[in-house]
């Protein structure tokens, strides 16, 4: 079975300053691998998603991440954070045999000015 | 286009109460998963409905929950004799017919059980 695993619980950064979530999943045929974003009290945003293709994948609001299957990673990244970009990430794989998405626990990201 | 609507927002039930959690999907999108995420959790998947048909309820506790989708209206995750280990946000996503991976997230019921 498909699982992801989000390395950091929590990333302080300060504002202005580049940041990197790190992704790993485990390893199958095909994947669908996927970032969304959480705001408090509110549902999930997608930021970005990776079917095939280019393995550098850009999403909304400057954030970028890139597939490495032999690393079998995913990780998000962004050059340059802001105050708003304080929230909660989720990394997310399905598979082409089912539908459902497995998600991994989640990364705080807490921007300081 | 409107998105993902549930409702209510905020629900809070006693114990042994039955919740009913209601779910309109994005129009046009036939495909409905329902997703429990407990406090400092990540979303956990219970099941994936279609018009009238549950295709995968793997992620579903076997007793006390159960989901339908109608032919005409919202899709209802109904939770019986709830207990305070349901409280959660609960959330539902939808998709097109053709592109089942690409979900669209409503903004989620949050259910206390007192």
């Known amino acids: 079975a498909q699982s992801v695993t989000q390395l950091d619980s929590q990333v302080p950064v300060f504002e202005e300053a580049p940041v990197e979530l790190r992704c790993n999943y485990s390893s199958s045929v095909s994947v669908y691998l996927f970032w969304y974003v959480q705001y408090p009290n509110q549902g999930l945003q997608l930021l970005l998603k990776?079917?095939?293709?280019?393995?550098l994948v850009k999403g909304i609001n400057g954030f970028e991440a890139e597939f490495n299957k032999s690393q079998t990673s995913f990780h998000l990244r962004k050059p340059s954070v802001h105050i708003s970009d304080t929230a909660e990430y989720f990394c997310?794989?399905?598979?082409?045999?089912?539908?459902?998405?497995?998600f991994g626990t989640g990364t705080r990201l807490q921007v300081f000015p | 286009n409107a998105g993902v609507m549930q409702n209510p927002r905020h629900l809070v039930r006693r114990r042994g109460q039955e919740a009913r959690l209601r779910c309109s999907p994005m129009?046009?999108?036939?495909?409905v998963y329902w997703y429990r995420q407990l406090p400092e959790e990540g979303l956990k998947f219970m099941v994936y409905l279609q018009k009238e048909n549950i295709i995968d309820e793997s992620g579903m506790p076997k007793e006390r929950f159960s989901a339908e989708f109608p032919k005409e209206g919202p899709s209802i995750l109904r939770i019986q004799q709830v207990v305070r280990g349901d409280s959660a946000a609960y959330f539902c996503?939808?998709?097109?017919?053709?592109?089942?991976?690409?979900?669209?997230f409503g903004p989620g019921t949050r259910l206390t059980v007192t």
């Open positions: 996503a939808s998709s097109p017919y053709d592109v089942s991976y690409e979900q669209y």
């Open positions: 990776y079917l095939s293709g280019s393995t």
């Open positions: 997310a794989v399905s598979d082409s045999d089912t539908d459902k998405l497995i």
């Open positions: 129009k046009g999108h036939s495909h």
